[in-house]
């Protein structure tokens, strides 16, 4: 108990956990200190694709194919909007040609392994391989008036959270644009089918995916250049992007200050979150491994700063894990560190731990969540409890893993 912050009360009957793991370890670099990994491990490239490429891109590649480059216009229609890579489908284009042209523009990039359904069929998370075998997941969630899905952006994460599924087996690779999109696209060709349950209408066809939140497998600020190229595609109209809105879309990171610095300058007014999960840096220090990097107060500003140059209120997200960060005093000290940055520009966003394999923690019980909650509310910061979707399937924030399971079934496709 070494903690000197002066937020916290000099009576030391405060329980305080430690982040240690158990059941697994963790990867540590030379100096014994929790490993992070930012460089991509060389593996071969998944195929070049159609969402890898800027319009001018797309027409260049056609004519390289030996076709005029209109159908360039008509492949991204059929893909963004139609969510087919089937050349059966794109009648519109020459019989002759089409196999060769949809095998040189829409490669196939993720092979379905299995699909798991929770909540009457309203929350699906889907297992996905890469054509190097990697496996990683999205989840879609439908909401009362908003589908979401939560896509992944790297295979493994570089991150080494100890209370994150996804960082104990370290990071695999970047995954590239089209990977991102194809998850997107795979998605509203489900909803289109009718495949997400939950609405009484039978017509689906217009439905899709209206939110994004890059809260699946990876570190998406570790992965820039390709995360923001896919947000790019996202916001850009159809057909050559998916029409989609900047707001609706949430890039979420553990604090890498440059990288935040850099978003703040693309003007995509994106929604950003900081995944804190303590105020103090004596616990964020082992609890977020990336903070040897860059302190609280250094992601505190650079969350500020993004504010200041988009205009779009920041999101701070907050595990709550029992007895670890979950103490009246840090619910204090958080909000002082927000309130002295200013008022209006941040809301938190708790949400109790899920729980991971071999995990030594628990989430907070619901009367210290409650007055954690009232605390922040209390001193002027807009706080909502987030609501967990997903933890049945192993779908839900820090769960998503393959496991020897996942591997299994991948393998069954041959
Ligand atoms: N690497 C990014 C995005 C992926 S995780 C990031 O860290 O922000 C998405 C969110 O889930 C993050 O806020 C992360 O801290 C949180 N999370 C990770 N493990 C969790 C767990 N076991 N329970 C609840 N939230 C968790």
């Known amino acids: ?58 027409v260049e590649k056609v004519k390289e194919l030996g076709l005029p480059g209109f159908r ?74 908003r589908i979401t899905l939560c896509v992944s952006s790297q295979a493994g994460c570089g991150m080494n959270c100890p209370f994150c599924a996804t960082g104990q087996a370290g990071l695999t690779r970047n995954m590239s644009t089209a990977e991102i999109i194809e998850q997107i696209v795979r998605a509203n060709r489900l909803i289109a089918e ?59 990171t553990v604090g890498l200050v440059p990288a935040i610095r850099k978003l703040s300058d693309e003007g995509i007014p994106v929604t950003f979150a900081l995944s804190l999960h303590a105020p103090d840096d004596h616990l964020r220090d082992e609890l977020i491994p990336v903070n040897s990097k860059w302190k609280v107060d250094e992601a505190l500003d650079a969350a500020r700063e993004y504010y200041e140059k988009t205009g779009r209120r920041v999101s701070i997200e907050y595990a709550l894990i029992k007895d670890m960060n979950d103490h009246g005093w840090r619910a204090d000290l958080l909000a002082e560190k927000l309130n002295e940055r200013g008022r209006g520009w941040v809301h938190v966003n708790p949400i109790p731990l899920n729980p991971t394999p071999e995990s030594v923690w628990t989430a907070s019980t619901r009367e210290v969540t409650n007055e954690f909650v009232r605390r922040l509310n209390d001193a002027g910061i807009p706080t909502t409890l987030r609501d967990t979707r997903g933890k049945e399937i192993d779908g839900a924030c820090g769960q998503l893993v393959a496991t020897t399971e996942d591997e299994a079934a991948a393998a069954q496709l041959g």
């Open 1 to 58: 108990m070494t903690e000197t912050s002066p937020a916290r009360p000099a009576n030391t009957g405060v329980r305080q956990t430690r982040p240690r793991t158990e059941g697994w370890t963790q990867k540590k670099d030379a100096e014994g200190r929790p490993l992070l990994q930012f460089a991509s491990p060389k593996r071969g490239k998944p195929p070049v694709h159609l969402a890898d490429m800027t319009p001018p891109e797309r």
């Open 72 to 145: 360039a216009k008509q492949l991204s229609t059929h893909y963004f909007t139609h969510y087919t890579s089937d050349p059966a489908e794109m009648t519109d284009l020459p019989a002759a040609q089409r196999e060769e042209l949809v095998a040189g523009m829409l490669p196939p990039l993720l092979t379905e392994v299995r699909q798991l359904k929770t909540d009457r069929g309203d929350t699906i998370k889907f297992l996905w391989r890469l054509h190097d075998g990697a496996l990683v997941e999205s989840v879609l969630m439908r909401y009362p008036g």
């Open 194 to 252: 009718g495949g997400l349950g939950g609405k009484k209408s039978d017509d689906h066809s217009m439905e899709r995916v209206s939110n994004i939140v890059f809260m699946g497998m990876g570190e998406p600020l570790a992965n820039y250049k390709r995360v923001m190229d896919a947000v790019r595609i996202m916001v850009a109209d159809q057909p050559n992007g998916l029409g989609m809105s900047a707001r609706g879309i949430t890039v979420s």
